[in-house]
């Protein structure tokens, strides 16, 4: 052999992300947030369903423990060893989440009854909830379900026997995703977790996307409206006849979240205006497109070079491949991070619920 050394991984990352991406984040976050055992013992036990269930003392826990995961203070504990999860994910997704929650239970030490195989059996052969409910409740010990609609989910819910971790009810809502959003976003600033942030540290957000009708979108804002004084203000960038659903604008402003709606910030501007004004004001740019959207690569061009240089993109599922291209490599790349640190959220969320 002329060179033995033989060929390995090249742990160098070649592309550029977010600042957020940069170790110690998590260090510093876990620094940030005071020890409260008391608070996430609340989830011992319990479904994790909605994000209403949650207010900021177990927001804070929850990260704080995922943090500790993701800095390497647990490593080598496994809590779920002899445990069971059964996925099960009535609507046939293959969304990235699902290998979020496998892989997080499987880090932790669990085993993984995965349903993906069997559920176009269980549904091609009529079974009733009751019966798919036995399966999971005999043979796991937590479920993490998803379901196309919230009434199937509503309906199959009282029928387990374990708890249940909602990975998405049709429109509705999907908690686990909008608390990966959060530490991310404190992972970034945690000085947004004080009383009182520093005007400097809080943030300006848009969205792009249907509040009413996205359950990452809904869930986000939920969560985000616990921490009402890290916000400056939301805007709402797209043109929607109706941008929220009944009581959901006036849930978030109850709890203190500043909303703008563009139609009614600029109702004659064009795209290109809009993008103009409001992106130099951005601090952080939540993507996601309910169908692909075509843009020139010109135009995505000039709305990138629009963002200020640490403004942060933050996409569930970046479907604009053109978008995505460019950003990927870039300084304002936060969905690589969020993707990498959803895990170690939901190794703290079983960690707190199954124990």
């Known amino acids: 052999m002329a060179d033995p050394t033989l060929p390995g991984p090249d742990m160098r990352v070649a592309r550029q992300e977010h600042p957020v991406a940069e170790p110690g984040r998590a260090a510093a976050l876990l620094k940030s947030i005071p020890d409260d ?15 209403a269930d949650f207010d900021a003392p177990l927001l804070r826990q929850v990260m704080r423990l995922a943090a500790r995961y993701e800095v390497g203070e647990l490593q080598g504990t496994h809590p779920m060893g002899s445990k069971v999860l059964s996925n099960l994910f009535m609507d046939r997704s293959q969304c990235p989440g699902r290998l979020a929650f496998n892989a997080a239970w499987l880090r932790l030490g669990g085993s993984l009854l995965d349903f993906e195989g069997t559920v176009e059996q269980i549904m091609g052969r009529r079974y009733a909830p009751e019966e798919i409910a036995e399966l999971c409740s005999s043979y796991a010990d937590v479920v993490v379900l998803r379901t196309g609609d919230s009434e199937t989910f509503d309906d199959m819910l009282p029928r387990f026997r374990l708890p249940v971790i909602n990975a998405g009810d049709g ?19 945690p000085a947004l977790l004080a009383e009182d942030p520093p005007a400097d540290q809080r943030l300006t957000v848009a969205i792009i996307g249907d509040p009413s009708r996205t359950r990452t979108i809904r869930s986000f804002l939920r969560m985000l409206a616990y921490f009402p004084k890290a916000v400056e203000r939301v805007v709402i960038m797209q043109r929607l006849e109706h941008a929220f659903a009944a009581g959901q604008r006036e849930e978030l402003e109850a709890a203190g979240l500043r909303i703008q709606i563009i139609g009614d910030l600029l109702p004659t501007a064009t795209d290109m205006e809009l993008a103009r004004k409001l992106i130099p004001e951005v601090d952080l740019m939540y993507v996601h497109p309910l169908q692909v959207v075509h843009v020139s690569r010109l135009r995505i061009l000039e709305s990138i070079a629009l963002f200020k240089p640490e403004a942060m993109v933050l996409s569930p599922d970046m479907q604009n491949e053109e978008a995505a291209h460019l950003l990927n490599d870039s300084p304002h790349n936060g969905y690589f991070p969020q993707v990498r640190g959803s895990v170690f959220v939901r190794m703290a969320v079983f960690a707190a619920v199954v124990g």
Do not use: E, N, Q
């Not at 996430?40 to 369903?49: E, K, P, S, T, W």
């Not at 429109?171 to 600033?189: I, S």
């Open 37 to 51: 055992s008391a608070a996430l013992a609340r989830l011992r036990g319990r479904h994790v369903i909605s994000s």
């Open 171 to 189: 429109t509705r809502d999907y908690p686990a995703h909008g608390m990966a959003d959060l530490y991310t976003l404190f992972k970034w600033r």
